[in-house]
């Protein structure tokens, strides 16, 4: 069950919890308004629109990155960059995007336009997502990350779209194919997180 009410957060119910609905229920972080993400990458100088920087986070966090207020510099390799304030709209994204990854209830978004912006901005914000998520992943998880044989594909095809440009289009085909790539781009970062994350927690509580 999920809905989403105007604070920000959206109520998800626990599979196989056998209590009420009331009390099986989690408040979900929704992620910030794209606009607000890209005024505050406009006002810290990031040559990047919101989706690509809300990549670089992901991928920082899939790659086993800190967590804490200190990503937005070691994910751009930037030590000059400051911490996003407390409650400020980038340490929002930092809250949802790790609650986001961790939830096996798979409420894991992308940051990309809204359906009525045209076909070639939302194909091009997702290949700028994709080359966002490729460096900082590279950075968090080193030169040999314990990925599986589905991860080192899944992050084969990241490459490759990541490469990829938008050419214009309106077809109806068309937006069925961005609505498949999104799905990938998205299970590929869980698979990616659980590889590199997850699957190391999980090893290392059985120590």
């Given at each position: 069950?999920?809905?989403k009410?105007?604070?920000?957060?959206?109520?998800?119910?626990?599979?196989g919890?056998?209590?009420p609905?009331?009390?099986?229920?989690l408040l979900?972080?929704d992620?910030p308004d794209i606009?607000?993400v890209?005024?505050?990458s406009?006002q810290?100088?990031?040559?990047m629109d919101?989706?690509?920087?809300?990549?670089?986070l992901c991928g920082?966090?899939a790659?086993?990155?800190?967590?804490?207020?200190?990503?937005?510099?070691r994910?751009?390799?930037?030590?000059?960059l400051?911490?996003?304030?407390?409650?400020?709209?980038l340490?929002?994204?930092?809250?949802a995007?790790?609650?986001?990854?961790?939830?096996r209830g798979?409420s894991?978004?992308?940051?990309?336009?809204i359906?009525d912006?045209?076909?070639?901005?939302?194909a091009?914000?997702?290949?700028s997502?994709?080359?966002?998520?490729?460096?900082?992943?590279?950075l968090?998880?080193?030169a040999?990350?314990?990925l599986?044989?589905?991860?080192?594909?899944?992050?084969?095809?990241?490459?490759?779209?990541?490469?990829?440009s938008a050419?214009?289009?309106?077809?109806e085909?068309d937006e069925?194919?961005?609505?498949?790539?999104e799905e990938?781009?998205r299970?590929?970062?869980?698979l990616?997180?659980?590889d590199?994350?997850?699957?190391?927690?999980?090893r290392r509580?059985?120590n």
């Amino acid at each position: 069950m999920h809905n989403k009410p105007e604070c920000g957060f959206s109520l998800v119910h626990l599979r196989g919890c056998p209590k009420p609905v009331a009390d099986c229920v989690l408040l979900m972080p929704d992620l910030p308004d794209i606009a607000a993400v890209d005024a505050a990458s406009r006002q810290l100088g990031l040559a990047m629109d919101a989706s690509e920087l809300h990549g670089v986070l992901c991928g920082w966090l899939a790659g086993g990155g800190a967590t804490d207020g200190t990503w937005l510099a070691r994910a751009l390799a930037d030590d000059a960059l400051p911490a996003p304030a407390p409650g400020s709209v980038l340490d929002q994204l930092r809250e949802a995007a790790i609650v986001q990854l961790e939830d096996r209830g798979f409420s894991f978004d992308l940051l990309l336009p809204i359906a009525d912006r045209s076909l070639d901005e939302r194909a091009e914000a997702l290949f700028s997502w994709c080359r966002g998520f490729l460096g900082a992943f590279g950075l968090a998880a080193g030169a040999a990350p314990p990925l599986s044989e589905e991860g080192s594909e899944a992050l084969q095809d990241l490459a490759r779209l990541a490469k990829a440009s938008a050419e214009s289009s309106e077809d109806e085909e068309d937006e069925d194919a961005l609505a498949e790539l999104e799905e990938f781009v998205r299970v590929a970062a869980l698979l990616l997180h659980g590889d590199c994350v997850l699957g190391p927690r999980h090893r290392r509580s059985l120590n």
